[in-house]
């Protein structure tokens, strides 16, 4: 026996048990056949090299109708949502969505670009996560859109997140407009691209307003066993504990903010009256507590939207060439008690 | 070119380009060869059925060292930690879990059953969702675990949930003893077996005090746009305006407990002092607002750590015949401001 470099249709069409004219149609992609029938022939006709690989190939890329979406917590709201909409919006499409959790492990990230790949998914969406993608584990060319990170691949790339910038902008605007003359910035000490983005905005309203920016402005949280809430209530803590005086805090998500409040509550002060407290992700909790929480709302639903959309063409329109695509979506400060 | 029923090892370890003692460590599973090799070797055997199929069925078993979750939701707090539990169990025993996400629909269920099994999934766990489990839709007969459903199957089965109706009763229990004489019920009109439990416990509750349970104790909320909050606010203001009196409140979950404390609220009506709360669930936020959530907690970690290992047993012990096993796990009541 041995393996021939090409053979007929007809072969195929014996080796896979089934008629020529079903071979022309799963070639051809016309007609009514089985998903097994499918990859059965496909399989055949890339293991003979039937024609070109390159057939083979183009036919496979159609495959499997099946994305994949690698998020590092799926516990957290912001990303179960984006998810959410994503996959109901490629469910409409007759696509399945499948989805790994990596638990923000670069191990696992590598282990689940693998096992997405080896199940044939048509796309990526990598939300969050390592700022690289290690595309190189992937076997296929197959097109990756990205979200809140920011790889350094070339092709086949898309990348959409909130304007953190703007964010930030918008948060220090807010406090100066509400009489903070001295604002410090809370964030943590290892920062992805949103939480610099986010710094960046900060500096931009201080430097609009003629207030100077230094290093002390920035407070760096430490990890915490116990997560961002107490880590930066311990980080407050210490900032009053030294002295410092301060009378606005932009924090850089909502359960800093959240450790700020309850640390100058811990020590006495009045919040908005002593100090004025701004987040970041307007996540649900923030409205129910007692202080609610002035912050800065995602459009969640624009994101998973344009992400849908952009990701929907990328997979179904062969021709669409990006070399890398960086869309921003405009994010809204919602006023509510600490300011 | 004719199919051959039966080929021998050298022609297999032709057929996949390597050595026939590479064939033979795959047969055996035995010593070291790559995912992509045992693939083809594996195809390869299945194709021209090598010695019997079930050499190759059962060597393809243990293929994919995958596992697949089907989740109703993945924006809910308890399910995604369940998740996030028994994703972070699996990897470390070398399998990769893909998740699907139903939004209870009953048709994205079917196709995601179907895609889970097309992406060779080794087994299944199925997190609440539709009771039933249309197992006929799957092409190889792999373990299923559930939670929180209670499907009819026979085979390869297993039922992990929280003692809910252990919940139902603590939580009625702990509204008796702290006074309440007249304790209605609120829960959803469209009841999954969990609710059902609930309200079982909280029968048995009232029983032993000797308080009778009428059709009137039981409150129901209908669906609102808006979710369980809106609804289960709605409910207790038509209860109120058509002058029903009660000191006492048991909601099957936390959100409708939030609802019951904003109506009363809304009414003048002082929780615990005027009318007692109890929910279900003990989702983050309830501790974080203004008072307090007295409320029944899950043990999430041993939920995940119970599902984990039974499942894994399944997956690896061939010789694990359960026929239906059934596991509750035990409840705690968290006693807070509402009661």
């Known amino acids: 026996m041995k393996i021939a470099n090409q053979i007929s249709m007809k072969e195929i069409a014996k080796l896979c048990d089934v008629s020529v004219a079903t071979v022309s149609r799963v070639i051809n992609n016309n007609g009514r056949f089985s998903e097994e029938t499918r990859k059965k022939v ?16 183009a036919l496979r890329m159609k495959k499997s109708n099946t994305i994949g979406i690698i998020v590092p917590d799926i516990s957290n709201e912001f990303f179960s949502t984006i998810v959410h909409g994503v996959e109901s919006f490629f469910f409409e499409k007759g696509f399945s969505t499948i989805i ?7 191990e696992k990230e590598k282990v689940y670009l693998k096992t997405l790949d080896s199940k044939m998914v048509d ?18 060319n197959i097109p990756i859109v990205t979200m809140d990170r920011r790889p350094k691949m070339t092709n086949n790339l898309a990348i959409i997140e909130s304007d953190h910038s703007q964010g930030g902008y918008l948060a220090t605007k807010h406090l100066i407009e509400k009489g903070c003359k001295n604002i410090i910035i809370l964030t943590k000490k290892n920062r992805l691209s949103p939480d610099i983005d986010r710094m960046e905005g900060y500096k931009e309203a201080l430097t609009e307003y003629g207030i100077p920016f230094t290093l002390q402005s920035i407070v760096e949280t430490t990890d915490h066993p116990k997560g961002n809430f107490e880590a930066a209530r311990e980080a407050i803590r210490q900032e009053l504990e030294s002295g410092r005086t301060f009378d606005g805090v932009f924090a850089t998500n ?5 450790g700020v409040v309850k640390a100058l509550s811990d020590f006495g002060k009045k919040v908005p009256d002593d100090v004025k407290v701004v987040g970041f992700d307007d996540i649900t909790i923030v409205k129910y507590i007692e202080t609610p929480l002035t912050t800065i709302r995602h ?4 994101l998973a939207e344009v992400t849908s ?4 063409q990328l997979l179904t329109e062969k021709d669409v060439l990006i070399k890398q695509k960086h869309i921003k979506i405009p994010v809204e400060l919602i006023a509510r008690k600490t300011t």
Not at 123 to 140: D, N, T
Not at 254 to 258: H, K, S
Not at 299 to 302: L, P, Q, R, Y
């Open 299 to 302: 459009d969640v639903e624009k």
């Open 254 to 258: 909502d359960w800093i903010a959240l």
């Open 123 to 140: 796309g990526l969406i990598c939300i969050s996560g390592q700022e690289e993608i290690e595309a190189s584990l992937l076997s296929r």
């Open 42 to 57: 496909l399989d055949t006709i890339e293991k003979y090299q039937y024609n070109t690989n390159t057939v083979a190939k």
């Open 309 to 312: 959309k952009l990701f929907y």
């Open 100 to 106: 790994c959790n990596t638990g923000k492990s670069k």
